[in-house]
């Protein structure tokens, strides 16, 4: 299959990698760009008892001598592995979502502890919710910000215009909408009906709404590995 990857870099060539291993071409067309949100305090990390990770986009606005001492939860495996290679070294694993991450936090860490919890500006779910009653504390810190852009990639207008695509991966409800948003604007919608979306959860295949799709698939695990295995080879 040919499939357009929207997901933003660097992680939209990881995928493009993924899907080329598994046999598909991949037509990269990043619809989020990820911005620094001002420089992280390394006091942040002094009092801190660990971090939740639940983007690996957060690792190149973290990493330091102060905050690689720091024991590190992981939503799941990709942004465990990230922190591994970023140099973290005490590395706890997830579910693979928030709710599952504060489960894992909630059954390792006693009562009183504080977590630094690195994320960006927009967040699907809210750590200090899911662990409510716990009484771990949840210090969230804005270290990015995925900025939508304005235009439908080149990449995108000629893959769709020539009808070379057989689907489209959305990995969030932004860049679901924004593509919507987009192909509208730029009167391509029609194009899709003849594609797959293929949706990290059901709550990306929501943002669709609105346009046609020849069908639309959800990953039975909100993570890399689940797409990768709806995709298929």
Known sequence: MRLLVTRPQPEAASFADALAAAGHEAVLAPLLTIEGAGEV???????????????????????????LAVPLY???????EAARRAGFSQVIQGGGDAAALAETLRGNLPAGS???????????RDLSTLLAGSNIE?????????????????????????GALDAVTFFSPRTSKTFVRLTNETGLAAKTAALVAFCLSPAVAAGLTGSTWREIQSATR???????EMIGS
Do not use: N, W
């Open 138 to 162: 949840i210090r969230r810190r804005i270290v990015y910000r995925a900025v939508t852009v304005e235009r439908l990639p080149e990449t995108a207008v000629l893959s769709l215009r020539s």
């Open 74 to 80: 992981a939503v799941g495996p990709a942004s465990a």
């Open 41 to 67: 305090p390394q006091a942040l990390f002094q009092d801190v008892d660990a971090i939740a990770l639940t983007s690996a986009r957060a690792l190149p606005f973290l990493v330091s001598p102060e905050s």
């Open 222 to 228: 909100p993570d890399r590995a689940g797409m990768l």
């Open 114 to 124: 504080l977590v630094l919890h690195p994320s960006g500006a927009q967040q699907a």
